[in-house]
Every structure is written in C-alpha cells, then in structure tokens.
Nanobody, 127 residues
C-alpha cells in the first residue's frame, strides 16, 4: 500500500524558516520525481519546487527561488523543502506530489502528472 505522509509547517513569523517533509512508503522511492505545490484560497494550485527522481535536477518557482531548497534522502525515502526568509504570501496549504520518472519534473501545476499526493500541510506566515 502506497503512503505519502507530510510533516512540518505550522505558524511561522515572517522572515523565519520552515522545513516540510514528505515521506513515501510502498513504492520505489528512486523511481519518482517529487514536487511541492501550494494552494491559497482563491488561487489556483501553484508549483513551488520539484526534484528529479535521480536527484540530478531541481526546479523552483520564481516566487521562492533563492529562498527555497529542495532535497531528497533516499535512505529515509523522504524529500524536504526548506523555505527561508518566509513572506506572508508563502501562506498556503502545501502538498507533496510524486510523478513517475518518465513524466516531467516541473513546477507547472498543469504539467506535473502526480500519481500520488500527500495529505497536505498548512503553512501560515504571520507578518
């Protein structure tokens, strides 16, 4: 049974940092790209970052480039997203998605073909 479990997030002051985790089980971790997406009320789902299955490429949305770092730990089947210098506009529900290695790793939410999603985790950045 495939499980994708997210952790991290919460309430953070502007200027602070957070790290989100996405841990998978029941599948071959090395076969999947991992993408982070966020949803804010009234807006379409926005891509934040993506890391390829072989850890060769990392992609970031313009809104977080220079502040975010995505990484993967194959020993623990976990992908991390750290965002520094948080802004109130980073507030949203963050989702981790897994796409098969044959699919694109992209921050374009329309092009990212997720086979699995995490349960979501809320991030609130207070100004």
């Amino acid at each position: 049974q495939v499980q994708v479990v997210q952790s991290g997030g919460g309430l953070v002051q502007a200027g602070g940092s957070l790290r989100l985790s996405c841990t998978s089980s029941g599948l071959d971790f090395g076969y999947y790209n991992f993408g982070w997406f966020r949803e804010t009320q009234g807006k379409e789902r926005e891509g934040v970052s993506c890391i390829t299955f072989e850890n060769a490429y990392k992609f970031y949305a313009d809104s977080v480039r220079g502040r975010a770092t995505i990484s993967r730990d194959s020993a623990n089947n976990t992908v991390y997203l750290q965002i520094d210098r948080l802004k109130p506009e980073d507030t949203g529900m963050y989702y981790c998605g897994l796409s098969h290695w044959r699919e694109f790793c992209t921050v374009d939410s329309k092009e990212f073909k997720a086979r699995y999603w995490g349960q979501g985790t809320q991030v609130t950045v207070a100004s």
